[in-house]
DNA sequence: CGAGTATGGTACCGTTCGGTAACATGTCCT
DNA sequence: AGGACATGTTACCGAACGGTACCATACTCG
């Protein structure tokens, strides 16, 4: 396995930045970029403007790492419902084209690694590692909203809508990363208003 | 990252297999239980019943191997078109249900963990490596058959209709591992008729 | 000022990694 | 029989890994 190019952002110290959020920023990048198990901590320290020890001060250990790395990445995604529910008040089928709409500019945008979460349990198959249960409540908060919103709309089979457009568009993250995004948006849009149709009609 | 408990399937050695063959097994169950970067070299030829140098002695390099075993999963899952050919022939209509059921099953069933040629591209994003040639190439043919069925069927716009029963299936496999599988098939088979049918009435 | 605390720097530990050298066994074909 | 060739065995290499000890700085705050 060949070392990729490191330290491309190096986020030059002294930006007043504490070294936590420093390290975790780069963590960030070199994790989602190059995947979890590619990138050393050594890499982490550096590209963070620091070294290993201070980053040993702050996690307990790598694993310790990846785990608050992917609870931050949740914190992320999971900030976006608030966004929608004021960007469309009290319409939730609304809310529901909005989400897909904003998967589908994401995905279809440029070159993305699909989605953190989910590529980390690609990585991390380990029953035990703490970053799984991370991975596991994310989803499961992420579906619930997802069939609160369905069945606030009135439409059928609430839980069932939820896994459908939950499929989708994990489908179409890892997708792109293995044959490309071009008109991934539009299939999207498309499959979408087939699936919310197919629960209009009880 | 932990070690895993290694060598479950130890090929016991003489069964006449040539070792070449002993290891692309092992490596296969090894490297889609683990993952790839999890697993090295010497445990793959432990579990084959052999050593590492007899490994070399096949592959130039891991990477080699890595991208021999892709090739083999890959051939594996375009056997299946055959069948599927045979099974239903003449009836491109039925060969795309039955096709989406034997993916829904295989989804559905015991604790599987994906697609090993989509969990190789998550695991191994660098440009250059031999594996993700093969990685594309396959999820281009696979695209190409179902694009073929579809228009086959005289289904509208089957380009469009192939890539959204591949992002279905795909995020199938991707859910399956972070979430679990339950209800899994019911939600995949329901999904595609509702997009199969969305293609009937051009 | 002076003590306490957080950080930076560097050297190091034991282990594992991918990969190789050298030599001892087979096994098969003529 | 005898040679050719594929395999098994062991030991080893340099590099990178996760993780730690130790000490020199800075900065803060009484």
Known sequence: MGNFAKAVLNTDKNDKI???ARLLGAAGELFYRH???AVGVEAIAEAAGTNKMTLYRHFASKDELVAEYLRQEAHKADAYWDKLEAAHPGDPLAQ?????????????????????LANA???????????????EE?????????????Q???????????????LMLEGARVTAQSVGADGLGAR??????AVIASHRAS
């Open 35 to 37: 995947g979890i198990r």
């Open 18 to 20: 504490p070294p936590r």
């Open 152 to 166: 606030s709309a009135g439409l059928s089979e609430p839980d069932m809508l939820a896994d459908e457009l939950h």
């Open 121 to 135: 349990a690609v990585e991390l198959p380990e029953k035990g590692h703490p970053a799984r249960a991370v991975i």
């Open 96 to 116: 529901i084209r909005a989400w897909v709409k904003a998967m589908a500019a994401h995905v279809a945008n440029c070159e993305e690694r699909g989605c953190a």
């Open 138 to 150: 994310f989803k499961r908060r992420q579906r619930a909203a997802l069939i609160r919103l369905g």
């Open 188 to 193: 999207l849009m498309r499959m979408s208003e």
